[in-house]
């Protein structure tokens, strides 16, 4: 934002029009020859060559805006720059998605369960300040992604190149949480948080999921279950980004909600059903909600004077003016 230290100064700038009129308009101002130049008939003298034309609408120009920038300069122009300091960490937020073939179901018309779940993820993380985010997803393996961070620029971009099947054909749900119970351990946050997206189908990796929500339960981390899908019979198209080859077909009851409610145990564990687009936003705006962490912060403002570069712009174009006018014009000044 720019301001001015002295703005009564810019009243001088009032002052050139008044002598714009006084130098080219006012009748009785000296060192003016008053025989004519022009032609019979009344005709007016121009300079003819092009260039001499240009270098006197140059070095006019050149001196009033000289003039100008020297007022703007004595009024002091200031740039305040407002910068947020945070005195208080936020949260450390481990977000885990289900990369296994059957998030390729379209339950979210035009978008697929994947894709749907990206998009809402996106959101959520753009709506987020001075919380570390990180990201875990799933298939028969799990993988962290993405650890706990601030750059959420980087996150978004990883996130944003993700595919189905990355990580396999299965789905190691159980795999997943205790990769973010793992992390999480070595957290000095107040507040932790794992949300999880996934349709519930786990049929891979050698930890059971209710042993790894059983570890979060028992370190004091909430965790926020998304089960995302439904129950009927929808169309599914994937691609293995390993071989290439393309799948398409239906799904039938690739969705377990009863699991799912089974691990989200209370007080900590909290179960959300996502059966449409509407509700999956509707879900992470409460867990937004929920999990905003008090914060502390201070708004620190820095005052920069620029008045030095608009003195030095007057000097440059004074300097143009001058050697314009006696460099190209030859005026004796």
């Excluded at 009927?232 to 198209?237: D, M, Q």
Aim: net charge neutral.
């Amino acid at each position: 934002m720019g301001t001015f230290d002295q703005p009564h100064y810019l009243l001088l700038g009032l002052l050139l029009p008044v002598l714009g009129w006084f130098t080219y308009s006012w009748k009785g101002r000296g060192g003016r020859l008053s025989f004519p130049l022009g032609l019979w008939g009344g005709l007016k003298f121009h300079p003819s060559i092009p260039a001499m034309r240009f270098a006197i609408v140059l070095s006019t120009i050149s001196l009033w805006s000289s003039l100008a920038l020297m007022v703007v300069a004595l009024a002091g122009p200031t740039i305040t720059l407002q910068e947020k300091i945070y005195l208080s960490a936020g949260a450390d937020i481990l977000i885990v998605l289900d990369e296994s073939p059957s998030m390729a179901a379209r339950d979210f018309p035009p978008e697929n369960r994947f894709n749907a779940a990206k998009g809402v993820i996106k959101r959520f993380v753009g709506g987020r300040e001075n919380d570390q985010i990180g990201l875990i997803t799933f298939g028969r393996d799990a993988a962290l992604r993405v650890p706990l961070t601030l750059d959420y620029h980087y996150l978004l971009d990883r996130l944003e190149k993700l595919q189905i099947m990355d990580l396999g054909d299965g789905t190691a749900l159980g795999l997943g949480l205790s990769l973010a119970a793992l992390h999480l351990s070595a957290s000095k946050a107040a507040q932790k948080v794992v949300i999880v997206l996934t349709d519930g189908v786990n049929n891979a990796g050698e930890i059971q999921p209710s042993t790894a929500t059983e570890l979060l339960r028992s370190m004091g981390i909430p965790l926020y279950l998304i089960g995302i899908g439904t129950n009927a019979t929808v169309p599914l198209e994937l691609t293995n980004p390993r071989t290439g080859t393309s799948y398409s077909g239906t799904l039938e009851g690739g969705f377990q909600e009863d699991f799912l409610k089974s691990l989200a145990v209370p007080p900590l564990g909290t179960y959300f059903s996502a059966g449409s687009a509407g509700s999956l936003e509707s879900i992470f705006l409460a867990i937004d909600s929920r999990e905003s962490a008090s914060k502390r912060v201070k708004v620190q403002v820095d005052n920069k004077p620029i008045y030095a570069d608009f003195l030095a712009a007057a000097v440059g174009c004074l300097l143009l003016f001058i050697l314009m006018r006696k460099l190209l014009l030859k005026e004796i000044l």
